[in-house]
C-alpha cells in the first residue's frame, strides 16, 4: 500500500509514547495523527490493516484512515479524532475519588471486548505470538523456555477478541461513549493474557514508572486494581486467589519488556516463580 506524502506543518504536537508521537490535525478538529519514530515503516502498515480489521468486527475503536509519510520520511496513520476524550488513567489521575467508578467501568469494557468473538482465521492467536517471544528470548535457558513454554500451551484457548496491550490508558471516553486505542497487539485468546497487563501497569509496575506514565502514585494505581479485579472476575473470589491466577500470566509479559530492552527483567521474572520452580 502506496503512503499518503503529509506535511507536519498542517498539525501539532499533543503527546508521545515508546513507538512514536501523537499530533491533531491544526485545520480538522475531526482528524488525529499517530507518527511512529524514524527508520518504521512495515509497523505502521500492519498497525493500520489491523486497526481496520478491528473496527469493522465492532470493536469500540476510532475510526483508521490513511497510511501517511511525512515529507522527512516519517510512516504514520490517520485517525478520526475523539474531541474532549479521557483516558481511563488519566480521569482516574484526575478524580481520584471516582477511582472505584473507573475501574468498574474499565472492567465491564474489558468484559465486553472479552466476550467478542473473532474469525480465527483473519487475527493471529495469542499463544503464537508468545511462542514466538519465548523462541526468540536469549535470556531464558533452554529447561526455563520447555516450561513456560508447557505453561502456555496448557491455558485453556478461546476464541475471543485480546487489546494485546491492556493498560488503562488504553481505554478513553467521553460523554456516554467509549473506545479502545493503540490496539496494535490486537489477537484473539484466553483474557488472561490481557487482564495481566492491567495487574502489571497497576501494581508490578514501579513507583517512577506509574508516576510518569499514568500521572499517579502507586497506591492509585494499586486501589484501581483493588476496585477492578472483583468488578471483572466477581465480587465472589478473594483477592488473592485472582492475583495468584493472575501471576503467571504477568510474568509471560517479561518476554515483551526484554524484548524491547534487551537485558533481563529480574523483578518481572518473579512472578514466573510458580512456574519456573
Known sequence: MEAITISLNDYVLFGGGANG????????????????????IQQPLDEMLLARKVYDLGIPTPEPGEYVVTEDGRYGIRFHRIPGKKSYSRATADEPE??????????????????TRVDTSAFQNV????YQLLEANPFFTAAEKDKLGKFIADVPDQDTAIHGDLQFSNAIFVGDKRYFIDLGDFCYGNHLF???????????????????TFHMPKS??????????????????????????????????????????????????????????
Open 21 to 40: 508521537e501523537s499530533y491533531d490535525s491544526k485545520d480538522d478538529p475531526n482528524v488525529m495523527l499517530k507518527l511512529y519514530f524514524p527508520g518504521k
Open 98 to 115: 471516582k477511582v472505584g467508578l473507573y475501574a468498574a467501568e474499565f472492567a465491564q469494557l474489558c468484559h465486553r471486548l472479552h466476550a
Open 127 to 130: 499463544k503464537d505470538r508468545y
Open 194 to 212: 490481557d487482564v495481566a497487563m492491567v495487574y502489571i501497569c497497576c501494581c508490578v509496575s514501579e513507583e517512577a514508572f506509574i508516576r510518569e
Open 220 to 277: 492509585l494505581s494499586t486501589e484501581f486494581w483493588r476496585h477492578f479485579a472483583p468488578a471483572y472476575f466477581g465480587a465472589d473470589r478473594p483477592l488473592e486467589d485472582i492475583e495468584a491466577e493472575i501471576m503467571p500470566f504477568a510474568g509471560l509479559k517479561t518476554l515483551i519488556i526484554e524484548r524491547d530492552t534487551q537485558k533481563p527483567m529480574p523483578e518481572m521474572r518473579a512472578c514466573l516463580r510458580s512456574i519456573l520452580i
